[in-house]
């Protein structure tokens, strides 16, 4: 197995980063049944090669583009090799010893190695710590339960219904579905601009609240982003916060795909205010070279979260540890912090940091050659890893023509989004292995199809 991984990467660029199989032709080439007597390893090399590498979108070739990156490494690959070997599922101390005690170690590293508020340590005196979750999805939906439970304190059960959550409409829709699952009534979605980069004004925000307030609501959870799905868009964190405390209401932030970039100091301006917010969450497994999954979240205060999900049970705590399983929705739990422990220890934190810079700066010449171009427009500022851009002056049917032949070429794979109503191209460039000459295949890609764009649009 460890042959065939070291082999894929080593081909990874001669492979359609989509495949080009019709919708349906995976299942046709399975069995509808399992064999009743086992097949040998050969064999089973055989299907990875014939059966699934055929329906595999290459997320980790360098000229992937799409959505967000989800990088690999092989650290990270041995390490959760190791952890599948161990297979512990340490829900609580006793139940793996290592599984918690290495986690908060891990989370406490990680917050050092981004200038995170020492009140999220968990080494740190007071109520704060980190946990990981499976996904930004898992750490905004236990935020929103957390901050329940803190506004339902003392509260009659009926006042739920009057509880209002605030995000801007850049949000990830994790936010909605959060609010579906923890039957928030009152769902607000402040509208952003252009004009403000696409990122929550706070001003929106505080009248927004205090039109509820006057209507008898309860504002009680807000989530602002550090780089927002659509657009890499900052929400301003410590305004937001400014606004929040007013009405007592509790503040998550989600920087899944730019939590990493506060790795490098001089990114850190962008989460300048987390000092005050309730929780914060980012993805590894996104920009930090730490495979799939892996969000790391951290707390200010811990109450609300074992408030919300610690029950007691047959599992007796052990005095004075964590159990993880209080910080989470699922009882069990794998042992993710060991892909954080090998990654950490073998790049260190200096490499990871101006890892994020290469892929910055690599964008940033992305965005200058649009800049340039005179057929094409950025439709929101380069931020971190992200060029969000169009053709000048085209309607969404052309400029969706031009993402649908890009993406058929096979060589680049980039997605799009819709912003003000209008699509845009998003170029996302944050591979474990992109370097110059994968954006100059994609900016070529680029100029080949505008050019036949244009000639199949003459006359
Ligand atoms: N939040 C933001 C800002 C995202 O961009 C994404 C996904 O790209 C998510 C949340 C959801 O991430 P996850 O798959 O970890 O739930």
């Known amino acids: 197995m460890v042959d065939f991984i070291c082999d894929y990467y080593s081909r990874i660029q001669s492979l359609p980063v989509v495949p080009h199989n019709k919708n349906g032709y995976i299942k046709s080439v399975l069995p509808s049944e399992a064999p009743e007597e086992p097949k040998s390893f050969e064999s089973m090399m055989e299907d990875m090669e014939g059966k699934v590498l055929p329906g595999v979108t290459h997320w980790q070739s360098p000229t992937f583009f799409a959505w967000y990156p989800a990088n690999s490494s092989f650290p990270a690959m041995l390490a959760d090799m190791a952890a599948g070997a161990l297979n512990m599922i340490g829900f609580s101390h006793q139940a793996s010893p290592v599984g918690t005690e290495m986690e908060e170690v891990m989370l406490d590293w990680l917050a050092k190695a981004c200038g995170l508020p020492t009140r999220f340590h968990v080494g740190a005196p007071g109520p704060g710590g980190g946990v990981i979750q499976g996904t930004s999805s898992e750490a905004v939906l236990v935020a929103l339960l957390a901050a329940r439970a803190r506004t339902m304190r003392g509260r009659p059960p009926e006042d739920a219904l009057r509880l209002v959550a605030y995000a801007s409409d850049q ?45 008898g609501l309860i504002p009680f959870f807000v989530v602002a982003t550090v780089g927002t799905t659509a657009t890499c868009a900052v929400d301003p964190i410590a305004a937001v916060v400014e606004v929040a405390t007013m009405h007592s209401a509790y503040v998550h932030v989600d920087a899944a795909y730019a939590g990493s970039a506060a790795l490098a100091p001089e990114l850190r301006h962008l989460f300048a205010g987390l000092e005050g917010v309730d929780s ?179 006359p």
């Open 280 to 458: 914060y969450s980012f993805n590894p497994h996104k920009w930090m070279l730490t495979n799939f999954d892996c969000c790391a979240m951290w707390v200010a205060d811990r109450g609300p979260l074992l408030e919300a999900l610690s029950i007691s049970s047959y599992l007796v705590p052990d005095s004075g540890s964590i159990d993880y399983k209080d910080w989470q929705i699922p009882l069990g739990r794998r042992f993710r912090a060991l892909k954080l422990y090998f990654v950490l220890n073998m790049y260190g934190t200096r490499a990871l940091a101006s890892y994020v810079r290469h892929h910055v700066a690599l964008a940033a010449e992305f965005a200058s050659r649009v800049a340039a171009d005179s057929r094409l427009e950025l439709a929101a500022p380069q931020c971190l890893g992200l060029v969000v851009f169009r053709v000048r002056g085209a309607d969404d049917a052309r400029n969706r023509a031009l993402l649908n032949a890009i993406n058929a070429s096979g060589r680049v794979f980039i997605s799009s989004t819709m912003l003000g109503g209008r699509l845009a191209l998003r170029l996302a460039v944050g591979g474990s292995n992109t370097q110059l000459r994968d954006v100059d295949v994609a900016w070529e890609v680029l100029q080949h199809t505008l050019e036949d764009i244009a000639g199949a649009a003459a």
């Open 171 to 215: 949000t990830h829709f994790c936010y909605d579905k959060a609010c579906r699952i923890g039957a928030v009534r009152h769902v607000r979605h402040v509208a952003t601009t252009l004009d403000a980069d696409w990122a929550l004004r706070a001003d929106d925000l505080a009248h927004a609240m205090r039109r509820d307030v006057e209507d």
